[in-house]
């Protein structure tokens, strides 16, 4: 098999040893839970046993803690594009969904666009509150045909539309969604644009300037390579006194006094971190962060796209349905694949016990889907290869 790689051998190699979970498993979920690093997990281990000695509240700890989450957020400013002011740590993607709705204050008959394709974190805020508000949610079919989805989009605009939330890629079948027309919609239209980046962060190129969108989450445990339970997003600076945030507390003001009752948030995303926050868990995921900055984001695209092509090319022969359309050189590194008489649970079993392959089905349970990441290699493909060979 011959594999295009913008990423040179030995750089895939050193990102190979330094995962242990690949000697056990072909990982292929990187888009449900990702394989993190020995040298994160030694820097995690390291932080919280220090932690765990002299408490989280000693104040060498809590200065380094901050300096750390800081150099964090400009790091991950840099790799979107973004300013660090517009950019804060979060635990999950609902949760800045769940703000943005809050922040809104959405009436009845207020209209929210979603795709039809939505994680459950980017649809389920919405949903609770059509049930709670009586708000309009309407999905928009995602195929793959730009525009396709744009014109489907205009046409079910309304005066009542306030809110645009979709995936830059979808979490079931990879499709890459035109996030720059989308939020050239939302500015000509005053529609406040939200995107759901966990399948895209760490995969693919993100420039905030060029998508053009106010607001961008991503979990760190995916594409990311860290840790479970954090993640970050970007608020762009022009939308930040409009979305206020949803709550306050420690972390969130520059000043504050009480009595009498004084709080001055922060003039910046930071105005969004407020209460207790796993500071060793940040911290740790800076090593993750640079490894992928290292290896260049536009070149791990390149690479998972040649990877699913490579993949694509071995499930030619099979009686399978490829679910994931072809998107030329801005697909993603999702592939899911469906078949007519067995379910996804049953494919992604098969794969795990007798394959050693951790991959997952999708929702509704017709599918396996696979995730090839910068440190997948052909060997991955033929194990995806034989273990669907043999279902079919």
């Not at 190979?16 to 820097?43: E, K, W, Y």
């Not at 730009?146 to 306030?162: G, L, P």
């Not at 239209?189 to 693919?204: L, Y």
Request: hydrophobic share 40%; aromatic share 6%; with cysteine.
């Amino acid at each position: 098999m011959s594999l295009n790689s913008p990423i040179n051998a030995e750089a895939v190699r050193s990102l190979r040893d330094d995962i242990p979970a690949l000697r056990h498993f072909h990982c292929l979920n990187s888009g449900g839970v990702s394989s993190m690093p020995q040298s994160t997990f030694a820097r995690l281990l390291a932080l919280q046993e220090k932690e765990f000695v002299y408490t989280g509240a000693h104040p060498d700890i809590r200065a380094d803690y901050e300096e750390q989450c800081h150099s964090l957020r400009r790091e991950l400013a840099g790799l979107l594009g973004a300013q660090t002011k517009e950019v804060a740590l979060i635990r999950a993607v609902s949760e800045v969904v769940s703000f943005v709705a809050s922040a809104l204050t959405l009436n009845p008959r207020d209209q929210v666009i979603l795709s039809s394709e939505e994680h459950k974190s980017g649809y389920l805020p919405w949903l609770a509150l059509r049930d709670r508000l009586g708000i309009e949610v309407v999905a928009i079919e995602a195929t793959g045909n730009d525009e396709q989805f744009i014109n489907d989009i205009h046409q079910v605009i309304t005066s009542n539309t306030r809110a645009i939330c979709i995936s830059h890629v979808t979490s079931e079948r990879g499709i890459v969604l035109p996030i720059d027309k989308v939020s050239e919609i939302g500015r000509e239209q005053e529609i406040v644009t939200i995107v759901d980046a966990a399948q895209s962060f760490g995969a693919r190129e993100i420039n905030v300037r060029a998508l053009g969108c106010d607001v961008i989450a991503f979990p760190a445990f995916k594409w990311g390579l860290g840790p479970y339970g954090i993640g970050a997003m970007y608020v762009r600076q022009a939308m930040q006194d409009r979305l206020p945030p949803p709550g306050s507390g420690s972390g969130a003001a520059e000043h504050f006094d009480f009595p009498p009752g004084l709080i001055r948030l922060h003039p910046s995303a930071e105005r969004y971190q407020y209460g207790a926050r796993p500071y060793a868990l940040f911290a740790g995921w800076r090593i993750s962060v640079a490894r992928v900055a290292n290896l260049g984001l536009a070149n791990i695209q390149k690479r998972n796209a040649s990877l699913v092509a490579e993949a694509r090319n071995a499930l030619q022969d099979i009686d399978s349905v490829l679910l994931t359309p072809d998107q030329g050189q801005k697909k993603s590194g999702i592939i899911s694949v469906g078949f007519s008489e067995i379910s996804g649970t049953t494919a992604a079993e098969h794969c795990l016990r007798r394959h050693q392959i951790l991959c997952r089905r999708p929702h509704n349970d017709t599918a396996v889907r696979f995730c090839f990441h910068a440190f997948n290699d052909a060997g991955d493909i033929d194990a995806m290869a034989t273990a669907i060979h043999e279902l079919v």
